[in-house]
């Protein structure tokens, strides 16, 4: 069964070298309008075509929606760009991303930490909670969850919920810092209060596409 990852990121690398080839050849102008028809006529076409499997088959929908509703102001190219970058700096020559271990969660706990959050890992979390932190940003982890998430080798083996509170692109650039994806729930509520809830997934392999990093 194909991965969701490596679909989508085949979707995007091969969306940008067509559109590449388009403008070498002198069909495509090199302007933002022009680039979203083009990457808007792909998609189209590659939804007709039923070019890729079907985990993506949603977001394709999805990106032929906004490029109808929004125009050159759905960026497309540049949605392309980012998760083309976002995707390929995870994954290892054999197409496939690395682990998700312990080791670098506990890494991005302290990246965290550095920049002045707190992080609280030792409690459970079962039902609606009130996590108080005078303001400073938050990050909040059911230790049952999380021990029952990973193998005893240090590999993450199912979903782990992580809850969010405070500025979220730092968030998820430390959590990118130690090759792992963050996906979003929900940007707000969820069961620990005021906090956001964002899932991590075995292998960075999410059924959606994950939150972007600020990558340069």
């Not at 388009?22 to 007709?48: D, L, M």
Request: glycine share 6%; hydrophobic share 35%.
């Amino acid at each position: 069964m194909t991965a969701f990852y490596q679909e989508i990121y085949k979707v995007v690398s091969e969306g940008l070298q067509e559109l590449a080839a388009s403008q070498q050849s002198g069909k495509t102008p090199k302007n933002p309008i022009s680039e979203t028809h083009f990457i808007s006529a792909w998609v189209t076409k590659a939804i007709k075509q039923q070019r890729y499997a079907h985990c993506v088959a949603k977001t394709l929908l999805s990106w032929q929606q906004q490029a109808r509703s929004m125009g050159k102001h759905a960026q497309l190219k540049q949605q392309f760009e980012q998760f083309e970058k976002t995707y390929g700096g995870i994954l290892q020559d054999n197409g496939e991303a690395e682990a998700v271990t312990m080791t670098k969660l506990q890494a991005f706990y302290q990246a965290l930490e550095a920049n002045g959050w707190i992080v609280t890992t030792e409690y459970e979390v079962n039902r609606k909670v009130t996590h108080h932190t005078d303001g400073q940003a938050s990050l909040v982890v059911c230790a049952t969850q999380a021990k029952a998430a990973f193998a005893e080798n240090g590999e993450l083996v199912k979903p782990l919920s992580l809850f969010i509170r405070g500025t979220v692109p730092e968030a998820i650039d430390a959590a990118y810092g130690e090759g792992i994806l963050l996906y979003k729930v929900t940007d707000y509520k969820s069961i620990v209060k005021y906090h956001g809830e964002y899932v991590l997934y075995p292998h960075n392999a999410g059924s959606h596409l994950p939150e972007v990093p600020s990558l340069q």
